[in-house]
């Protein structure tokens, strides 16, 4: 069964019928007006002309709605066509055509709705572009480990293999489901946390007793790359939701390994101050292109590419997601010796 398909009244002939009826109104008010003053004595007439005065009435009231109705429409017609275009690309804009833009002029109005709307426009193309990228991505990285899996569990069915290969294939089927675990709490977590508006189990407790846990927890991976680690804090207590600060400092930190040359350095600090505590982690990896700044904490964007195969892209706005609930704020800082992550949180 096909859905009806609902008819638009153009705005033009909205406006038309509006202003034809405010102008019959009118004419008739004054129509009445003007006799129930002519009857009541009010106007001085000629008895004899009576019949011409009215006539005069009639015909001017009926001229006047003609004439009116059609310099509504006119001017309607030049006044309305911005707001007929902006219907028009709003439209496209809902069909998913993100690359429509807005041209009014030098107008001060004009102007200030054409920027706002090729703004919105914008960043819906850049989203859907990112979103198109990280289901590429996503997908792409989802099935390299499920196919290292099952050609590994494959060889080892067939029982052909020494104790050695059966060790060296249960750790790389081990290590590929990891990675989708890891890829799965994350799509998880930030289903999650887009969905929560309100703060809730916020507790007080030791912050720096969590980052250090939260520092063995990827102990793996930095030895991997023999990366130093420095934690450059005494003790310190914050009121937070516990569990999602510890995905905040675990992505962070996970971020800095990621980024960080072999026998590279990563330094954990805290600094309390009167309205707030101040988390940073630094690490000695390649400087954020200026243009990668202000959009690493974006959905889906991954900046160096060649480090996309070890993430989906998400990590860094679940932190930026957690840390607005949280009322606090998150920034990065690179130069050529050093990239630092700021976490501001309130006391």
């Excluded at 009857?39 to 009926?62: C, K, T, W």
């Excluded at 590994?152 to 293999?161: D, E, I, M, Q, T």
């Amino acid at each position: 069964m096909k859905a009806k398909k609902h008819r638009h009244i153009p705005l033009i002939v909205i406006v038309t019928i509006i202003a034809f009826l405010v102008l019959v109104v009118t004419v008739i008010m004054v129509s009445v007006s003007t006799y129930l003053m002519v009857h009541l004595g009010l106007f001085q007439y000629v008895p004899s002309g009576r019949a011409n005065f009215i006539f005069v009435i009639v015909q001017f009231s009926i001229s006047s709605v003609i004439v009116g109705t059609m310099v509504s429409f006119v001017v309607g017609r030049i006044s309305l066509k911005p707001v007929n275009r902006l219907i028009t690309a709003l439209n496209r804009l809902s069909q998913g055509d993100y690359k429509v833009r807005l041209r009014f002029g030098e107008g001060r109005v004009g102007k200030s709705l054409e920027d706002s709307f090729n703004m919105l426009a914008g960043e819906l193309e850049n989203t859907e572009m990112l979103r198109s990228d990280f289901v590429n991505n996503f997908s792409h990285e989802f099935k390299t480990p499920i196919v290292s899996i099952y050609g590994f569990a494959r060889l080892l069915l067939r029982g052909n293999v020494d104790e050695k290969e059966t060790k060296e294939y249960l750790s790389i089927i081990e290590q590929e489901s990891g990675r989708l675990a890891t890829m799965a709490t994350n799509v998880l977590n930030m289903t999650k946390i887009e969905n929560q508006s309100i703060l809730t189990d916020v507790t007080e407790y030791n912050l720096s007793e969590q980052l250090r846990r939260s520092v063995l927890l990827l102990e793996k991976k930095w030895n991997a790359k023999n990366i130093g680690i420095s934690c450059e804090f005494s003790e310190h207590t914050v009121s937070a939701n516990e569990e999602l600060l510890k995905q905040v400092w675990i992505n962070l930190l996970d971020n800095a390994v990621k980024f960080t040359p072999q026998n590279g350095e990563i330094t954990v600090s805290i600094y309390e101050r009167p309205e707030n505590i101040l988390v940073g982690i630094k690490n000695n990896g390649p400087k954020i292109p200026e243009k990668d700044m202000i959009r690493i904490f974006n959905k889906f964007y991954q900046g160096d590419t060649s480090h996309a195969s070890q993430g989906t892209g998400i990590g860094l706005s679940i932190v930026k997601k957690i840390v607005d609930l949280h009322k606090g704020k998150v920034w990065a800082e690179s130069s050529d010796e050093a990239t630092v992550f700021w976490v501001e949180l309130p006391k």
